[in-house]
């Protein structure tokens, strides 16, 4: 028989500074920011200060589940992240010296981003069953506004900093993990990068030139350039295929779920779905208003909020699906 395996906690860790609506549109007065506001469903996003690191914002989201002992007994830290704060050494192991774990456990970084929460959870479950642990440390956390052009509308108006840990156990845990479905789309890569800062394309002066898209959207070569149009067929036509297979090896229907959590990219992409897919009113969960598209915190931070308000309740079915750069979609089914 399998174990369970499942979400025991999640801690949310966020910036201080907020930057609202108002201050883009004071500072870009051309940008049109209520028509992209509606869009994106974004009304203030939190922005990490100078100096502060994905790093500092997974040790906060740590530091809420303290409390509970949720951090006692940790056999390993899986960090996902795309903004890491050095080259090397990764930053499971950066983390793991400033919440002085024993040096007995695992640690190393995934370099998902949108989808990687899901993706996470997979490889945390996975690790269990194989015998390398009973309880691991899943963090989500992320800076992108580090790689966003400050001309650049369509990323700044969605994407927001922020960071979860969430613990992952075998157990009674109050998520059971129940399955997954993990896709890539690698030739798609080039609808969502960074061209310069890898060793591919090194950091010199041409990097820092501008360039200006059919849109109006400045970027340099060391910034995100998004085919959002792009991302978006994409999405369209994977995740509910995805959603689909998923629940049709477990004999059920999208009428079958109580709650569907997505990644929050944006009320444009959660509308589009939602009518692609027929999901009932009331069973998708929404938390982006106040901190924009927090990539791969943004599932977790959606469940936490969830669970805060009473919209999981012991006995429902829900389904967790991330999407976005690599290409890639995960999806997972999920048991209160």
Same mark, same amino acid.
Not at 92 to 99: M, S
Not at 202 to 230: P, Q
């Given at each position: 028989?399998?174990?369970?395996? %499942?979400?025991?906690?999640?801690?949310?860790?966020?910036?201080?500074?907020?930057?609202?609506?108002?201050?883009?549109?004071?500072?870009?007065?051309?940008?049109?920011?209520?028509?992209?506001?509606?869009?994106?469903?974004?009304?203030?996003?939190?922005?990490?200060?100078? $100096?502060?690191?994905?790093?500092?914002?997974?040790?906060?989201?740590?530091?809420?589940?303290?409390?509970?002992?949720?951090?006692?007994?940790?056999?390993?830290?899986?960090?996902?992240?795309?903004?890491?704060?050095?080259?090397?050494?990764?930053n499971?192991?950066?983390?793991?010296?400033?919440?002085g774990?024993?040096?007995?456990?695992?640690?190393?970084?995934?370099?998902?981003?949108?989808?990687?929460?899901?993706?996470?959870?997979?490889?945390?479950?996975?690790?269990?069953? %194989?015998?390398?642990?009973?309880?691991?440390?899943?963090?989500?956390?992320?800076?992108?506004?580090?790689?966003?052009?400050?001309?650049d509308?369509?990323?700044?108006?969605?994407?927001?900093?922020?960071?979860?840990?969430?613990?992952?156990?075998?157990?009674?845990?109050?998520?059971?993990?129940?399955?997954?479905?993990?896709?890539?789309?690698?030739?798609?890569?080039?609808?969502?990068?960074v061209?310069?800062?890898?060793?591919?394309e090194?950091?010199?002066?041409?990097? $820092?030139?501008?360039?200006?898209?059919?849109?109006?959207?400045?970027?340099?070569?060391?910034?995100?350039?998004?085919?959002?149009? $792009?991302?978006w067929?994409?999405?369209?036509?994977?995740?509910?295929?995805?959603? %689909?297979?998923?629940?049709?090896?477990n004999?059920?229907?999208?009428?079958?779920?109580?709650?569907?959590?997505?990644h929050?990219?944006?009320?444009?992409?959660?509308?589009?779905?939602?009518?692609?897919?027929?999901?009932?009113?009331?069973?998708?969960?929404?938390?982006?208003?106040?901190?924009?598209?927090?990539?791969?915190?943004?599932?977790?931070?959606?469940?936490?909020?969830?669970?805060?308000q009473?919209?999981?309740?012991?006995?429902?079915?829900?389904l967790?699906?991330?999407?976005?750069? $690599?290409?890639?979609?995960?999806?997972?089914?999920?048991?209160?």
């Open positions: 028989m399998t174990r369970i395996v %499942g979400i025991e906690s999640i801690g949310i860790g966020l910036p201080d500074a907020i930057v609202t609506n108002d201050a883009l549109a004071a500072e870009n007065p051309g940008w049109r920011m209520p028509q992209a506001a509606a869009k994106a469903g974004v009304l203030e996003r939190r922005i990490a200060a100078p $100096g502060e690191t994905a790093l500092d914002l997974a040790f906060r989201a740590c530091e809420a589940l303290r409390g509970d002992g949720a951090l006692d007994r940790l056999d390993g830290i899986v960090f996902c992240c795309q903004t890491p704060d050095y080259v090397m050494p990764s499971a192991f950066l983390l793991q010296e400033r919440l774990l024993r040096d007995e456990i695992l640690a190393f970084d995934m370099t998902l981003a949108c989808s990687g929460f899901v993706y996470g959870l997979a490889v945390c479950r996975g690790l269990i069953l %194989g015998g390398q642990g009973e309880r691991l440390l899943l963090i989500n956390a992320d800076t992108y506004s580090r790689l966003i052009h400050p001309g509308r369509s990323a700044r108006v969605l994407f927001g900093d922020g960071a979860t840990a969430a613990v992952v156990a075998a157990g009674s845990a109050r998520l059971k993990l129940l399955d997954f479905e993990l896709w890539s789309s690698g030739r798609n890569w080039r609808k969502f990068w061209p310069a800062g890898g060793f591919r090194r950091l010199d002066t041409s990097a $820092g030139a501008v360039e200006v898209d059919a849109s109006g959207n400045s970027r340099t070569r060391d910034s995100i350039h998004m085919d959002g149009l $792009g991302v067929s994409f999405i369209n036509s994977v995740v509910p295929a995805q959603v %689909g297979a998923l629940l049709s090896r004999h059920l229907a999208v009428e079958d779920v109580d709650l569907f959590v997505f929050q990219a944006s009320a444009l992409t959660l509308d589009s779905l939602e009518k692609l897919m027929g999901i009932p009113a009331g069973r998708s969960f929404r938390y982006l208003e106040r901190v924009g598209n927090t990539v791969s915190a943004s599932i977790p931070i959606a469940l936490a909020q969830a669970d805060d009473g919209a999981l309740v012991p006995g429902m079915r829900v967790l699906s991330g999407f976005g750069v $690599g290409l890639s979609a995960a999806s997972a089914l999920v048991e209160v």
